[in-house]
Each structure stands twice: as C-alpha cells, then as structure tokens.
Nanobody, 120 residues
Framework: VQLQASGGGSVQPGGSLTLSCATS????????IAWFRQAPGKEREGISC????????SYADSVKGRFTASKDNDKDTVYLQMNNLKPEDTAVYYC??????????????WGKGTQVTVSS
C-alpha cells in the first residue's frame, strides 16, 4: 500500500496550489481519502475527505469554500485544489486512506507529507 502526496510549494497569499495523492496497492474505490495538515507547534487537523464510491466530500470550516477535493477518473489519484491561500494554511499536508470519512479515527494508511508555505 502506498500513498504519495505531492504538489506542495511556496506561494503568496491569495495564490493557489493543487496537491495530489497518488495511491497504489489497494482498491481505491472502497476507500475515502482524507487530507490532514500539521503546522509547527499545532495539532494535526483534518481538513478534507473525499469518499471515492460516491464522490462525497467534506471539509473543515477553516478551508470550506477555498479547497476542493476531486479524483481523476483515469488514475488512482485524489487531488486537493487549494485557492485563496492564507498564511495560516502553511503546514505539512498529508493524505490518508480509510473506509470512512472520520477525521477523528485512526486512518488505515498514511502517505508522507508535502510542505505548503504561504508567505509574502
């Protein structure tokens, strides 16, 4: 099982980034892909969940209206489009897989993080 998050980088406030979570080794259709982030000195925060079987999405209030999760129909890859980025979005972003969209639960599989830095 592998999840590989990529697409992080440095952007100015108001900018956009798209994170990718490439998966392999399991049947993605049965799972949900959640995005978490952790800023220095802060607790890990669940920000988005994409349930693959019905494309149901959920978002934390902190990103609602700015971030959008989606899936490539031809690839086992889930994306997180991040618009209108703010300095407080600076964090290491992780994707994780589980059968449920439950940020409080112990996700089954985790990928390595990708750094997002929002600064002028």
């Amino acid at each position: 099982v592998q999840l590989q998050a990529s697409g992080g980088g440095s952007v100015q406030p108001g900018g956009s980034l798209t994170l990718s979570c490439a998966t392999s080794g399991f049947t993605l259709a049965y799972y949900a892909i959640a995005w978490f982030r952790q800023a220095p000195g802060k607790e890990r925060e669940g920000i988005s969940c994409f349930r693959v079987r019905d494309s149901h999405t959920s978002y934390a209030d902190s990103v609602k209206g700015r971030f959008t999760a989606s899936k490539d129909n031809d690839k086992d890859t889930v994306y997180l489009q991040m618009n209108n980025l703010k300095p407080e979005d600076t964090a290491v972003y992780y994707c994780a897989a589980d059968l449920l969209c439950d940020f409080s639960g112990p996700m089954l599989f985790w990928g390595k993080g990708t750094q997002v830095t929002v600064s002028s």
